[in-house]
């Protein structure tokens, strides 16, 4: 008679083995790249959070908040892309060492910087017409959106550029610093003013904590900026990321009209 194969068991680890295994989990790449997702997981929570407080605080004013918000995810199209072409072009080497690292960052943030000077003036003057595209009421906050879209971008190219080195611990924590800086910051103003305006900017000033924190950590990361080295331009980086920064701006743009067609009772675009 044919004798049935017996099955392997599986064996639990030892508390033993368990603090062997921890400094190997920790090293692995498997496990920083889930502990990445998990800080997008918290930090859509803590989004959904201030969702629910933000309406509680606001009311009727919500709407307004929900709109600006809207326009601002649209704008976050670019830095999303970019931070995606910055990870890879680290993480393959293409852009050099430390020091040319460096040199690259610092040359897109006053590339960055330059444009924010621009979209500011531009947004202040043009306040009243954004406000009106957005059907809200609050010039002002209609006003910060581009800039704080523009922070965005800064933090993104941050984010890619830790990405690329595989420094997944500080761009999760930047996430979750992000989610709960707006939450705390945006919520206590809302609550203390009941103001769309104020609660709006918490966005920006957790962006403004996020950018802050982020420069330190390449700064002790990199080291200082080589001279000699001109490092990548950022033009050459939209060019290679125009194509997911095209695909997701529609996608979003179509969410917004859709969402925008709802909140005005007209029927939604067709998909």
């Not at 072009?89 to 040359?107: C, F, K, P, Q």
Request: glycine share 10%; no cysteine; charged share 15%.
């Amino acid at each position: 008679m044919a004798q049935r194969a017996v099955r392997p068991t599986a064996r639990r680890l030892r508390p033993s083995a368990w603090r062997e295994a921890l400094p190997v989990l920790r090293e692995s790449e498997t496990i920083k790249a889930a502990a990445l997702a998990a800080a997008y997981v918290v930090a859509i929570g803590l989004g959904l959070v201030f969702t629910i407080l933000a309406a509680r605080i606001l009311g009727d004013s919500y709407g307004a908040l929900a709109r600006i918000t809207s326009f601002y995810l649209i704008l976050t199209v670019p830095g999303l892309a970019l931070q995606a072409a910055v990870a890879r072009e680290v993480a393959v080497g293409d852009l050099g060492g430390s020091g040319a690292l460096a040199a690259s960052m610092r040359g897109w943030l006053r590339q960055i910087v330059v444009f924010g000077v621009i979209v500011v003036v531009a947004a202040a003057l043009l306040r009243a017409p954004l406000a009106d595209l957005l059907h809200v009421d609050q010039e002002w906050a209609a006003a910060t959106v581009p800039l704080t879209a523009v922070l965005w971008l800064a933090v993104s190219m941050q984010r890619g550029l830790l990405q690329g080195l595989r420094a997944y611990t500080p761009v999760g924590a930047s996430i979750v610093g992000e989610g709960a800086g707006r939450l705390i910051v945006g919520v206590g103003l809302g609550a203390a003013t009941s103001s769309v305006t104020w609660m709006w900017l918490g966005q920006l000033l957790a962006l403004v904590a996020v950018f802050v924190v982020l420069s330190a950590t390449l700064r002790a990361r990199l080291g200082t900026p080589v001279a000699e080295v001109r490092g990548e331009r950022l033009r050459d980086l939209i060019r290679t990321a125009w194509v997911p920064i095209v695909g997701l701006w529609a996608v979003n743009r179509r969410w917004h009209d859709r969402w925008t067609a709802q909140q005005d009772g007209s029927p939604a675009p067709h998909p």
